[in-house]
């Protein structure tokens, strides 16, 4: 059963099915809107005074005729729009029909019977007639959310109830829509097949750029306050949601895209991009003269985005964005509050933190959005001010950071131990008084000094005994061993060290750790026990202070015996296990001939023994060869050109042999050495030296069939697309389709030295011209005189020439780019021929139009 709010949209279907003939007659209206809005952005008061007042004359042309469009038009739609309550204007956020839903479950649960049939078709005959006959966007009278649920939503519901005929009304309305956003020749890649198929079912394009290249402080990188990571974002995504709404799908159109600073932005309390900019970054970027919307170009508004970076950076406020010397200055702070904000972490991390911060910054600034834009909107290699600033505080910050580092590195166990846990604070009057030694050396009230704490409880002692104090005599027990020993070290002198060590540890085993928990003989021993049997670790002892919970005194004192007895005697112990290893040989066996007999004589054993490495090594080079050939093999079959795409079995097939070679290879790394026979005057080095070479082999080769396996399934997932758009890429035409129609349309078959190729070869050089670069193709045709025949024949003016041979190779608007490259050519051109750069391809063309001849 049609409930009264589906009537409602019907209702209101119906009303704007007996408005067409009036929205029509609205198109020259809004043409006319258009072409003042354009001529108002163009004209620049800030270089030209009576720019300001031609822009008056224009803004107050421009009111009269918005407020026509709006008497006789737009307020019409609104005022039926509230009537019917299908949804509210005045919530940006939410503009779509109010309970459509409705509808759609009506017809998914084909509850209707059949007099709602008849009120369904007669809604959606006037719906059809809508899309067949309205010349105008919907754009211009309903607001963004309606749109859309009118071209596909309304569509879903209606689909049932289509006639043939409603289809083909229907796709002819697309196909028209379609041809005023051709493809063109340089869209036709993957992308470019999706999006001219997205067009003709009426859904949104996607970008044939990678759009993250064009975001600004993409995630807060930069690390900005709320409000301003926050402004930066709004306005980006209403930047992307327009440019979306107008079908851009390619760069330079991006770029150059008008942007409407004045619309409201969904979800804002009626906040614009000018308003954001004006109230939030402090820069007033619109013209309130102008009651019209304003719309900026895309490249001008990120400009001012990147101004607002510069203008932050300059404040040398963000941490982030700290000039070298400030960042110095704070760089302790800075620590600290990492370091107190942070579970585990010492300085070294702080350090890795902050060039890893470095890292991505830098790699943040490589995106070509912080380079140089044209008012035209070509982008330049040259970086903006910010991004040349920027860059080098980051550059001198890693050299600072990276010595910080490296004195980091430098320090000893113990040090580094101490600088985590020392802390800077100023000094007091109570501490002046506690330390009369403070005075003596000058220290004042106020002064900046550091101190190590003393331990609060018992976890904290234990740690500062192991990490520092023992740690420290540790350290200068290592000392001594260097010293003594110097580079003579051999597993002699190490277990000559740790003799005296084990006996100590013997004789004080023998003692009675009752005794040593007892506490009250300090021997060594006793203490040696307490320490090794864990006493001062004991939740029940009662803790004071630090000096007073171990055992401190001249001769015995706990540090040392945990420096010598626990530290030093580990360190010497894995010293020794090193200085064994180098003594063993390689893991591996040796092996005879088979024929080898020790009655022979000395001549024949030794002969016999050299053809049996020979054939080891042999056999070690051959597996290595093979393997290297295999794997080269299956890459090349994998990246080499086809005519088609893979199917999927085939590519299944290709991942299954990667991971067989990936198999052998894990094996063969547990496989030992067959070292030969080794006998006076045969040795076994180059088996080893081949063997080895043939480890690293399978080890490198197991890391490199990983990223293979990545790349396969990269490639597999192209084909799968490729496959999947095959109908839709036969349905659109080839580039050189394209510019051959054009061409002969505009007489280029008729020229001479076109006349003297052959068919074959003129289809040749057409689509060479369509598949090169626009230097290449203004010298080619410039040789073969085309120019000259536009001219006479079909464009009174070179301005219209220019605007035209741009257009069919996608060029800039106005055409500047193609007057560029023919003026290159000229003698005595005063071109800028660092930007057009024809002139380089003369002697090319006419080689490769004789190679045709």
Known sequence: MITKRVKDIFCFIDFLYSNIENFNKKERLLDEINKLRKIYNDLDPKTNFEHKFEREEIAEKGNKLMDIFHRECKNTINEKINELEITDLTNIGNDHFYHIGEFIILVETQKYDKEDVKLIIEAKEKYVSILENLKLSLDNFLPYGLVKDFNEILLDCFEPFLSLDDKLKINKSKEI??????????????????NAVNKLKGKSIEFEFDINNWLINDKNIFEFSQDIS?????????????????????????????????????????????????????????SPELEIPMTVNVNILLGYLKVELFRIYLENTNNLFLHTEKYKEKFQSLQEEFI???????????????????????????????NEISILGDTENEPCSFKKQFSNTLDKRQSFLNSKLEEFK???????????????????????????????????????????????NREEAIERLKKYDAQKRFEYLKEMFSQKYGNSINVKIIEDELKPIYKFIEEANNLSTLDAFENKDTSDYLEYLRLANRYYENVNLPYYTYHTYFNYGQKNNSLLIYAKYFLYKLWLEEKREIYT?????????????????????WDTRKKKCEMHNQAIYRRYEKNLKNGEEQLSDLVSKMLSPKEKPLQTSEYDLLERQFNQIKSICSIALNSKIDKGCVIEGVGSSLIENKFNELQEFHKKSIVDID??????????????????????????????????????????????????????????????????????????LDYLNYFTYLERNHFKTKYRLHIEVSKWFN??????????NINCLLKNSTENKKRYTAFKHTEKVIRDYEELK
């Open 177 to 194: 829509q379609f041809n005023k956003h051709m493809v063109t020749i340089e869209s036709l890649d993957i992308q470019g097949i999706r």
């Open 230 to 286: 926050l402004s930066l974002l709004t306005i980006q995504a209403e930047i992307l949601k327009q440019c979306k709404a107008q079908n851009t799908s390619k760069l330079n159109d991006f770029l150059k895209s008008e942007i409407n600073i004045s619309k409201l932005i969904s979800g804002t309390n009626e906040l614009s991009i000018e308003r954001i900019f004006k109230d939030y970054l402090d820069l007033n970027i619109g």
């Open 811 to 820: 060029s800039d608007k106005k055409g500047r780019a193609v007057r560029g």
């Open 340 to 370: 107190n904000s942070n579970i585990d972490v010492d300085k070294s991390d702080f350090i890795r933190n902050e060039l890893a911060k470095c890292k991505s910054l830098l790699k943040e600034l490589e995106k070509p959005v912080y």
């Open 410 to 456: 430098n320090l000893s166990e113990s040090q580094k131990y101490e600088q985590s846990i020392r802390v800077s604070r100023d000094v007091t009057e109570e501490d002046l008084e506690k330390n009369p030694l403070f005075k003596q050396i000058g220290i004042k009230e106020g002064d900046n000094y550091s101190q190590i704490p003393e331990p609060k």
């Open 707 to 780: 990223i293979h396996l990545k790349t396969l399934e990269g490639l597999k997932k192209r084909d799968l697309d490729r496959n999947y758009n095959s109908k839709q890429t036969e349905q659109l035409q080839t580039k050189a389709q394209i510019l051959n129609k054009v061409l002969y349309k505009y007489g280029f078959f008729e020229l001479e030295k076109i006349k003297q190729l052959s068919e074959k070869n003129q289809n040749i050089l057409v689509q060479l011209i369509s598949d090169s670069q626009l230097p290449y193709v203004i010298a080619m």
């Open 581 to 601: 290893k180098r003594n063993t040989q390689t893991i591996g066996y040796f092996s005879t001939p088979h024929d080898f007999n020790i009655d022979d004589d």
